[in-house]
């Protein structure tokens, strides 16, 4: 099938590489960024979702007006607004941009961001009641009756809605997480199971948990990798790059070693640092461990042909949608799209014609 390519978004440039300038919120800068992924020939680009973070509906609608292809990954948190409320919302959002929208669930790795909005429950709760919230999020979209609902964490009578998406039967779900708890919630409903840059080996087995869980409920969901490229004309030169960014990256967080990581699949990416720099071709490990692995941060390093290849043996695993995120947002996806992405499509391409 056709590889998805996703991109990022958000209303301020900054990364772990740039310190962020200008205010928290600039339409300029979520209208800029939107146009440059459209223009570089994303499919979709990821709204991230934090604790303090300007609201991720307002973001999607306006980057939706200035773009006419381009779709969009809204992270979500279960747990801050009802799933029935949440439903209408996302559904009046797909009829906004067009059909042009998906939602990513987040259950929720730390503790402490989680207290920074009220929400006190456990890890393991907040997976469960991810569960609970996906099932109300997809009755909603799909219930033609007033149904009513009695869970752990939600008691509701009679709920219907007049909105619904415009994508049938409802707009793409995405979700992921590295824990038992995470496949055991997520497996049974999404579409897109999200996964961070593992080694293959790795990532192969943790699809195979997925699937295996995804099955019992009669569920067959695809899967999203993430990684940030490093790319340069040659291998050469992009492991020179890799370096100066790596230098970059310490020298902003000096006097400030990062925490240890609370949620599962941060732990895989350190794991995976521990057992070695480099994996397989080009996956490289230095900027998790410098970073503390709190997200995407284990890159792709060498020419377009070679980090192109590396990415298409994540898709040949199952990896239908491919996250790229660069360490200077909006130069490196305009690169992504004039030397990486046309060469990860063609070889995809000439995969998927291979009987």
Not at 18 to 37: L, Y
Not at 185 to 205: K, N, R, S
Not at 214 to 221: C, D, E, L, S, V
Not at 337 to 347: D, Q, W
Request: aromatic share 8%.
């Amino acid at each position: 099938m056709p590889v998805e390519m996703i991109g990022w978004i958000a209303p301020q440039v900054s990364s772990e590489l740039i310190r962020p300038t200008g205010p928290i919120f600039s339409a300029d800068v979520v209208a800029e960024t939107a146009r440059i992924h459209e223009a570089a020939d994303f499919d979709r680009v990821l709204i991230g979702y934090f604790s303090n973070a300007p609201d991720g509906f307002l973001i999607g609608a306006h980057a939706a007006s200035v773009t006419h292809r381009l779709q969009f990954l809204l992270a979500h948190r279960p747990g801050f607004v009802a799933p029935t409320v949440a439903a209408r919302k996302l559904a009046t959002l797909d009829q906004l941009t067009g059909g042009r929208l998906a939602v990513h669930l987040i259950a929720g790795g730390s503790d402490a961001d989680q207290a920074k909005d009220g929400d006190h429950v456990d890890h393991a709760g907040r997976y469960r009641r991810t569960d609970e919230y996906a099932g109300v999020l997809r009755r909603t979209w799909t219930e033609t009756r007033a149904f009513d609902h009695q869970g752990e964490f939600y008691d509701i009578s009679r709920a219907h809605s007049d909105i619904q998406c415009l994508q049938v039967p409802h707009l793409p779900v995405y979700g992921g997480g590295g824990s038992d708890a995470a496949i055991d919630a997520l497996a049974p409903h999404v579409d897109v199971f999200m996964l961070w840059g593992e080694p293959l080996a790795e990532t192969e087995a943790f699809m195979q948990r997925v699937r295996t869980v995804a099955a019992r409920h009669g569920r067959r969901p695809t899967f999203s990798l993430s990684t940030r490229p490093i790319i340069a004309a040659t291998d050469e030169l992009a492991w020179e790059r890799a370096h100066q960014i790596l230098e970059g990256v310490e020298a902003r967080l000096a006097g400030r070693p990062p925490k240890a990581p609370d949620n599962e699949a941060s732990k895989r990416l350190l794991v995976s640092a521990d057992a070695g720099e480099v994996h397989d071709t080009c996956l490289w490990t230095r900027l998790a461990v410098a970073t503390g692995a709190p997200g995407n941060s284990t890159a792709l390093v060498g020419s377009p042909e070679t980090v192109a290849t590396s990415l298409v043996r994540y898709y040949e695993l199952g990896a239908t949608s491919l996250l790229i995120r660069g360490y200077d947002p909006l130069p490196d996806a305009e690169q992504y799209g004039r030397e990486l992405i046309p060469l990860v499509r063609a070889k995809v391409a000439a995969l998927d014609a291979t009987p």
